[in-house]
């Protein structure tokens, strides 16, 4: 190859990355699945930010609020492929995840501090409090289904919504592992007026749960009666027996 065709070549390849490395934000929210939507992008595609993002989970929008994104095209083989940071009011996540070849996808380091109140969106129950999430390792296969958790989640200043006014509970941790037999985590109680102690397997898609509730927020009338229907009562309080399929 000619000196003359060597240089064409090599300018070319060079536009041609400064291209790719400017290309605008707006391209990745344009790319967002129909679940997801994003407004105000700026920056690169690589390095960006979009001013409100919003997420529908199971019919059910939630705000994430301002989200800012990195994207590390060696991570596919070194480590996080995108770091996101998102943050609404209280509301904070931080994120780094990557996706192996066989399509799992890999969360590392994630941190996640938010409102419980979101859960009633999903499931029938009237809670309250701070959820603190530090998740060294979360890995979702391709179909969607964990194949392994480690870290720990905390429910803080926990309390049950009852219309005669919110019952406190306390502060409860859940340490979750992974071995053979699948993935587990024992629920403890760090304080408050509910004693809870427990814990939960998930082998594949299917789950139990398991927990003894006992303590002053276990005799209140409100507190029993919302619980009736998924608990049974023993010497000491009650107890939550539950399995079945995700």
């Given amino acids: 190859m000619s000196d003359r065709r060597l240089i064409a070549v090599s300018a ?10 400017r ?15 994003a407004t105000n992008p700026s920056g690169t595609l690589w390095r960006g930010n979009a001013a409100h993002v919003q997420v529908n989970m199971s019919g059910q929008w939630f705000a994430l609020g301002r ?30 995840a990557g996706i192996e070849l066989n399509g799992d996808v890999t969360v590392s380091d994630a941190s996640i501090r938010a409102d419980i ?15 603190n999430a530090d998740i060294e390792t979360l890995r979702v296969s391709a179909s969607g289904t964990p194949v392994f958790i480690s870290g720990r989640v905390v429910w803080e200043d926990a309390a049950w919504q009852a219309v005669g006014g919110d019952v ?3 502060t409860y941790a859940v340490d979750i592992a992974t071995d053979d037999q699948g993935i587990s985590g024992k629920v403890v109680t760090l304080k408050g007026a509910l004693e809870l102690n427990g814990e939960f397997t998930l082998q594949g898609n299917r ?31 009650y107890r939550i027996d539950l399995s079945g399929t995700l």
């Fill in 12 to 21: 070319a390849a060079l536009f041609l990355v400064l291209l790719i490395a």
């Fill in 23 to 37: 290309l605008p934000a707006s391209i990745a929210t344009a790319l967002l699945p129909p679940t997801v939507i």
């Fill in 67 to 96: 989200v800012e994104w990195a994207l590390q095209p060696l991570g596919v083989l070194l480590g996080d492929a995108v770091i996101l940071r998102s943050s609404w009011g209280s509301q904070k996540l931080d994120i780094g």
């Fill in 117 to 131: 109140s979101w859960v009633r969106n999903l499931l029938p129950l009237f809670i309250a409090g701070d959820l």
């Fill in 168 to 170: 406190s509970l306390g």
């Fill in 207 to 237: 789950y139990s749960v398991t927990a003894d509730l006992s303590g002053a927020a276990a005799r209140n009338e409100a507190f029993q009666q919302a619980i009736a229907l998924m608990a049974v009562p023993t010497e000491s309080g």
